[in-house]
């Protein structure tokens, strides 16, 4: 990935460093809690233990700490189960954010093109208009368009700066996201047209007018005051006309904003290539007719990343580590619950055994069997 200011974007990754640390303070925690009952069975007080034998006390110190112990292991069993039904809300939150596309009945994949198949930019965009005409004459296929990075691809991201024509001072300049785009790729994913018109294969022609599309995100950015159609920008050393506003795609990340989006004729950056085609049915009834249309075009061009669009948005970074996130804290939370409820029950247990005399002296006293149940579950 190149994020726009030409660093590499830092994605979230499991820290070595931090693992062991984590893995060190749970045998130390572990090691901790666990000496001071050794200790204690290593020293035994002999007098102690017989007095509080003797008059069957609940309320010792050792039965003091014990409770103490339940008490804390339940506040954090609770504080888990808080942090993972939080972490379930922002994943079901986040999976029902919108994509900006329509998760239905839209195929992705990637093609690579070698220099002897497609040497230079224009050799390039006839490749992929055959391409694109091929997959529109099938059966079953409603629309088809090419994109330099697909949506959720996991790896690519072009960005760079951009500002308007009418400023030339550079310190106006914005970061922004581009993709050469080609054929009916908005149509294809679902995104909507704005304003203006999209872009056709006139604007690839070598010799054509330089035209974007820019995305609501940057139309805000870049013109909070007034209507972008038709206006110029600057970009690669280049003025540019914006011919049409498209709705937001969230590409990369469910859970973050829109980022900012310029999409450029596939003649200016023809150079990674993926496409998108929307079918009448299920997208994978669709995977032979795309193999057929590539075949008719060139028969040994191979196929890459063939999935749907769902696939690709459950299988985007964020989302793995998001539902890895969940089923971690998940498990410990369950795993912290069920010893909290065995621990609890040791103690009540513990309790009731050690009070059999007080319980057997208050129902001899009269004490009803509801009233003592009240007072040992008063205790828990």
């Not at 691809?153 to 310190?171: A, L, Q």
């Not at 050393?237 to 795609?249: H, L, N, Q, S, Y």
């Not at 696939?311 to 985007?316: L, R």
Request: charge should be positive.
């Amino acid at each position: 990935m190149i994020a726009s200011n030409g660093a590499p974007p830092q994605l979230a990754t499991l820290n070595p460093n931090v693992l062991f640390f984590t893995l060190g303070l749970s045998l130390l925690t572990g090691l901790l809690f666990g000496l001071v009952p050794a200790l204690r069975v290593a020293r035994p007080d002999l007098n102690r233990d017989l007095k509080e034998s003797s008059r069957g006390s609940a309320g010792g110190a050792r039965h003091r700490l014990q409770r103490l112990f339940i008490v804390a292991e339940t506040a954090l069993t609770v504080v888990l189960l808080f942090t993972a039904g939080l972490l379930l809300h922002s994943f079901m939150a986040t999976l029902a954010a919108d994509p900006g596309v329509q998760r239905d009945n839209v195929l992705l994949f990637d093609l690579t093109l070698s220099f002897n198949t497609a040497p230079n930019p224009p050799a390039r965009v006839r490749f992929i208009e055959s391409v694109l005409r091929e997959l529109s004459a099938r059966p079953g296929i409603v629309s088809a368009g090419s994109i330099s990075s697909g949506p959720y691809n996991n790896r690519r991201f072009m960005g760079d700066t951009i500002r308007r024509s009418e400023n030339p001072d550079p310190r106006a300049d914005v970061g922004t996201g581009f993709d050469g785009v080609g054929g009916d790729l908005f149509q294809a994913l679902g995104t909507p047209l704005l304003r203006g018109r999209f872009l056709t294969t006139a604007d690839s022609a070598e010799n054509a007018p330089r035209a974007v599309l820019i995305n609501n995100t940057l139309a805000r950015q870049l013109f909070p005051d007034v209507d972008p159609l038709g206006r110029l920008v600057h970009f690669k050393d280049a003025d540019w006309e914006i011919v049409g506003i498209v709705g937001d795609i969230r590409d990369i990340r469910l859970d973050a904003p829109p980022r900012p989006m310029l999409y450029l004729p596939t003649i200016h950056f023809p150079w990674n290539i993926s496409f998108a085609v929307r079918t009448l049915g299920s997208p994978l009834a669709g995977v032979d007719s795309v193999r057929q249309a590539l075949r008719a075009v060139d028969p040994d061009q191979p196929i890459a990343n063939l999935r749907t669009i769902r696939q690709a948005i459950d299988n985007s970074a964020s989302l793995q580590l998001r539902r890895t996130m969940l089923t971690l804290v998940g498990i410990f939370a369950g795993i912290a619950l069920l010893l909290a409820c065995v621990g609890l029950y040791g103690v009540m247990a513990y309790s009731v055994t050690q009070r059999t005399r007080e319980i057997g002296v208050r129902i001899a006293l009269g004490a009803g069997a509801n009233r003592v149940l009240q007072e040992i579950l008063r205790g828990g």
